[in-house]
């Protein structure tokens, strides 16, 4: 016996083949088909027949139903993506992106629906075209009188009919016209943007006054913000110079300078030069969108001692900058030709040997000059009490200088460290070298190497007189002295140069020096005086 299965719930056929009998099995109805007799072979084909007619019935809804649907998908996706433009086009233009991104969604499920339904229509007109043949073929058989070739014709139908594509079929749409699934409700979105409102501009901040320190050319300043605001992006910390003390003029001679992008509640600018007096702070918070409003201003004291190089009075053979000295051999040649040719009553002209013009004598003669071997050149301020502290840095293959202070009367030949009104060291490169304290025309001989850099201190309260490496800031020498006139800070170079810095806050390690070492040591006594 030959057994061709197929489950049931498939719904294809199954047919059981003995020696004198078919049974046909469509679903769960089962025709049985007796080849041994002609009546009852013509009334398992008419059973046939009729399945047959009937699933050619089930194709046709079926097709339409395929068709329908299909006209559905082509109708309701372009008016899913015309709803889809309509929500899109309340969202404005920042949505165009997405909306593209959903409309190829819906364009692409409709086409795979399409291209599924399509199928199905194709294999089910196929089937359909197959099944009215085999139709037309078993109602021919009903009418052959022989019987051997109405046999032979049945078993032919039994066997097509087993493999008709009609009933292999899946009688359900892979696909439907629903496209509710790919539909967008963007009303939360529209109520969202209905209650949007302008970004909260952040309130002013409030600067810590407390909490700000002015230590060692270094401003912190400090703020916080008078209530938590998470929105905050970034801080905008503006400061200027002035020389006027308590709130900011709305109209002052120097402009507001900007530190932007501050990420935190604190800010430190060092390496200043303080040459005002005072200096003015503000912030404000950023967030987003918006800056809010400046801080109430406060003002930082940050008063320095600030002098140039008094030209007026140098010798001639330096070249005197307002930060810098060098020496000049031919500095003055000009002006001695020219004096000499008046005391000759001559038309004497500058020697063409002379290269500098940076000085004249109409700027220089505030005072008689310094001449022969004092190459001195003075500070342009005078200090009369008070702490002071400045640096100096002598410049490359510099052969000889002093750094010290002097009394302003100092006479147009003396020479640093030569005069009881003169405190210095003395640094020499040239022939021998020698690194020496000078005062009052004494010399004590210094250990250690010269600095690149040195600081000079200068307390008159206290009468003391104190140079350090400026880098390290380790102790050089220090003189005690009672000074009884203004002193100001005092040059000599020869062969070389030097340059100045001023506007320097005494140092907290200087100033945690003097205090723990009390001004003297017993190595400096003897240089130490009383000065008249």
Request: charged share 25%; glycine share 6%; proline share 4%.
């Amino acid at each position: 016996m030959y057994v061709h299965y197929a489950p049931p719930s498939s719904g294809v056929i199954v047919f059981l083949f003995g020696e004198n009998f078919a049974c046909l099995c469509i679903g769960f109805d089962y025709i049985c088909v007796s080849v041994l007799g002609m009546d009852s072979q013509k009334e398992a084909l008419q059973r046939i027949i009729t399945t047959l007619a009937n699933k050619n019935e089930e194709l046709h809804n079926f097709m339409e139903t395929l068709s329908h649907t299909l006209a559905g998908v082509q109708v309701n996706s372009p008016q899913a993506v015309s709803d889809l433009e309509e929500e899109f086009d309340m969202l404005f233009t920042v949505l165009v992106e997405m909306k593209e991104s959903m409309i190829n969604t819906i364009k692409q499920e409709g086409a795979k629906k399409t291209q599924e339904l399509q199928h199905q229509l194709t294999q089910s007109g196929s089937a359909l075209e197959s099944a009215v043949e085999l139709l037309e073929f078993a109602n021919n058989a009903l009418d052959i009188k022989d019987e051997d070739e109405f046999t032979k014709a049945a078993k032919q139908i039994k066997d097509r009919v087993t493999m008709a594509p009609a009933f292999r079929l899946t009688m359900k749409p892979k696909a439907t016209d629903n496209m509710n699934h790919l539909m967008a409700d963007f009303n939360q979105e529209r109520q969202l943007l209905q209650n949007l409102k302008f970004l909260p501009v952040p309130r002013a901040p409030e600067i810590e006054v407390g909490d700000c320190l002015v230590l060692d050319n270094t401003v912190s300043i400090a703020w916080k913000m008078p209530v938590e605001d998470s929105k905050i992006d970034h801080y905008i910390l503006e400061y200027r110079k002035t020389d006027h003390e308590g709130l900011p003029r709305i109209k002052d001679e120097r402009c507001w300078e900007v530190v932007d992008n501050i990420k935190t509640t604190e800010y430190s600018m060092s390496g200043l030069k303080f040459d005002s007096k005072f200096m003015n702070f503000r912030v404000r918070a950023c967030n987003k969108a918006a800056a809010g409003e400046y801080s109430d201003p406060v003002t930082l004291e940050t008063r320095a001692f600030n002098f140039g190089f008094d030209s007026s009075s140098s010798h001639l053979n330096l070249k005197v900058e307002d930060r810098s000295v060098e020496w000049d051999p031919q500095g003055g040649k000009g002006l001695e030709s020219k004096v000499k040719g008046k005391e000759n009553k001559g038309s004497g002209t500058p020697s063409p040997k002379r290269t500098s013009t940076t000085r004249s004598p109409a700027i220089r003669g505030g005072r008689d000059r310094f001449t022969g071997e004092s190459y001195t050149v003075l500070g342009d301020t005078s200090m009369d009490c008070g702490q002071h502290y400045w640096e100096v840095k002598a410049l490359k293959d510099c052969k000889s200088y002093s750094v010290g202070v002097s009394y302003r009367n100092l006479g147009k030949f003396d020479q640093l460290g030569k005069t009881n009104t003169t405190w210095c060291i003395h640094i020499n490169n040239w022939l021998q070298v020698s690194f020496a304290a000078k005062h009052n025309n004494k010399a004590k001989n210094l250990d250690g190497t010269v600095p690149d850099r040195i600081g000079v201190f200068c307390d008159l309260d206290s009468g003391q007189l104190s140079f350090y490496n400026a880098e390290t800031k380790q102790l050089i020498h220090t003189f005690k002295a009672k000074f009884s006139q203004p002193v100001v800070p005092a040059f000599m170079v020869w062969c070389g140069g030097l340059s100045l810095s001023t506007g320097m806050q005494v140092p907290s390690a200087v100033k945690s020096f003097q205090k723990t070492e009390n001004g003297l040591g017993g190595s400096n006594s003897s240089l130490n005086s009383m000065a008249q």
